[in-house]
């Protein structure tokens, strides 16, 4: 009967022979990649198709709801602690042993900060993010003194003034978009931009890199990689514009970042001065190092907060506390920020729980072992925060929003929301500050419901973010005393 198939359709059977050879190829090369690892004590996994290795799987979790790190956690739950895949060509392994990231993400002479192809090509090569150890060392140095305690303190200010500006057009029924205001204060505090044409034709230029940065670094003009690349350009001339204006002597109501940069007072203690490109880089860096972050965590924080009706009503004792102390009538210091403990709490474990950047990245500079596992040279390296940030041997109900659970829970290494040691983030202080502020008059000055709570990710985004962006319909508060009755 075989025969007679041959026979009469000698073409379809042998595609098929040619498939069935394919699959069983396939399944052989898997299984010798998985079982592969115990010969050599290399860490376990799937390789995946030669030469593409796992990039479609990869690429399939970047486009779906559930979020890239799906990716990652499902053989997480498969291989454990550390675990061994390809990407893009490369061999990746990922860790979330506490010990294992403190001995990678403190020793740069071993582990060297490394990024994806297309993440490194849309910031720039002069960025701080790219640079190798000791020009890292010059950028950082410059940037360090753009995150004093005095520009925090500035910055405070700032961005409460911003924030009580727009809770003036926070008219119950409206709908409110928190991106939008973070992405504001970034870009006066960074560059000065506050007419509202050139705010919204950055935040589209950022937004439209934001979604390149995990893309295939395919240079194709209907690419999502070829448009961020061209958002970048259009974001480095209005960067050069901006300077040349600045150096033919226009000034701006404040001491904004570029400006401190362009009259950069460090190589006095020895550290040169950036160059024009350097600068660029680094204030595109700050942009979306310091913006879609913390858009992203105080969206998630809000979303916590609101499905927590008990952390909710201790917030709010705290809250109308420093509101009756003085902030109804005046801005927000640093002073008023360190007297609220319950709601420093409440950030840190948005940010723990949220994991807002999901793992760091780090390249193996020599032959090494990690978690007892042979690691080679040239291997990329990610401590996988997200998974520290959700171990129950190191959190207890992880999946709980629980702030109480500080400090008793701060063990070394167990908190890795901006990351440790020489690469960690720089805006940190101003990044929690900022939360606080954003809770306090948020809490204060409305009460809201929510429109959309879906929990689904956006598709392609670097940073975990909801895909609803977690609207709220702001309600007076008439309505909203009607509402509980
Ligand atoms: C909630 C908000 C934020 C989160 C969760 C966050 C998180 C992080 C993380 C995880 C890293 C990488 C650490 C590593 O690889 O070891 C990082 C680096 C960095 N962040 Fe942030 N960040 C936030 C806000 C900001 C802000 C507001 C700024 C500045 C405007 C900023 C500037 C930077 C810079 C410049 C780096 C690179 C540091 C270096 O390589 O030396 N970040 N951030």
Known sequence: MLSKLVEEHPYLCSHVALLCFLLFCQKAWTLWCTNYPSLSNIPPGNRGLPFLGETLQFMAA?????????FVQARRLRYGKCFKTKLFGETHVFISGTESAKVILNNEEKFSKKYMKSIAELVGRHSLLCATHQHHKLI??????????????????????LLLEATTTWKSGSVLVIQDETLKAMCKMLISIENGYQLESMQNEVSRLGEAMLALPVRLPWTRFYKGLQARKRIM???????????????????DFLQQLLDDKSHDDGIPMLTEKEIKDNILTMIIAGQDTIANAMTWMIKFVDENPLVFNTL???????????????YLTVEALNEMPYA??????????????????????EDCVIEGYKIKKGWNINVDA???????????????????????????YSFLAFGMGGRACLGKNMAKAMML???????????????DSDSSIQKGALFTKL?????????????????TM
């Open 62 to 70: 970047i486009n779906n709801t559930k979020g890239v790190y799906e």
């Open 140 to 161: 950082r140095g410059s940037l360090f003194s753009l995150f004093s305690t005095q520009s925090l303190s500035s910055f405070v200010k700032l961005f409460d003034s």
């Open 237 to 255: 001339d209005i960067l050069e514009k901006t300077i040349s204006e600045r150096r033919s002597g226009i000034a701006t109501s404040h001491v």
């Open 316 to 330: 709010m004792k705290e809250q109308l506390e420093i509101e009756k102390n003085g902030s109804r009538n005046s």
């Open 344 to 365: 420093s709490k409440v950030v840190k474990e948005a940010l723990r729980k949220a994991s807002v950047v999901q793992w760091l990245p780090r390249v193996a500079l």
């Open 386 to 412: 997200r998974s520290i940030h959700h171990d129950p041997t190191v959190h207890n109900d992880p999946g709980v929003f629980d702030p109480s659970r500080f400090p008793a829970e701060s063990k070394p």
């Open 437 to 451: 502020v954003f809770l306090h008059r948020f809490i204060t000055n409305c009460k809201w419901k929510v429109i």
């Open 467 to 483: 895909k609803s962006g977690y609207p709220v319909r702001l309600i007076s508060t008439k309505d909203a005393q009607n509402q």
